[in-house]
C-alpha cells in the first residue's frame, strides 16, 4: 500500500530537484495546479494516471522510488532506451515524427534563452 506521507514528501524532492515550483511541475506533466496542490496537502491520494505522468515526464525517476522509497533518486543507471536516444535527435524525432526546432526557457524576471539545433 501506498504510504502517502512518504509519497508526498518524495513528490517535493522532485520538484526541488529540478527547481519547479507547483504549478511549473503541474503544467509540465499536463494536469491542473490544484491537482497538485491537494496532493502535496494530504487532500487527495495521487491517482495511477498522476504517476503515470510524473514517470513519462521524469526519465530520471525510478518508479519503485517514487512510489515505496526503494532505489534512489535520480537513478544511477541509464537505460537501454535512454542510451539508445540519448545524443541522438534523429532517433528522438523519429518516435514523435517531428523535427526539433528550438527549446526557449522562460525565467521569472521576464528574461529569456532561446537554443537552436545547429
Not at 2 to 12: G, N
Not at 51 to 64: G, R, S, Y
Amino acid at each position: 500500500m501506498l504510504d502517502t506521507v512518504s509519497f508526498i514528501s518524495r513528490l517535493k524532492t522532485i520538484l526541488t530537484h529540478n527547481e519547479l515550483s507547483s504549478a511549473a511541475f503541474a503544467d509540465l506533466i499536463a494536469v491542473q495546479r490544484s491537482s497538485i496542490s491537494h496532493i502535496l496537502n494530504g487532500r487527495n491520494k495521487p491517482s495511477l494516471e498522476f504517476i503515470m505522468k510524473v514517470n513519462d515526464a521524469f526519465p530520471e525517476v525510478d518508479l519503485q522510488w517514487l512510489l515505496y522509497g526503494k532505489g534512489n533518486y535520480p537513478k544511477t543507471k541509464t537505460s537501454d532506451s535512454q542510451k539508445s536516444t540519448k545524443g541522438s535527435n534523429d532517433k528522438i524525432d523519429k518516435t514523435i515524427g517531428k523535427k526539433l526546432e528550438r527549446i526557449i526557457m522562460f525565467y521569472s524576471d521576464g528574461t529569456f534563452k532561446t537554443y537552436t539545433e545547429l
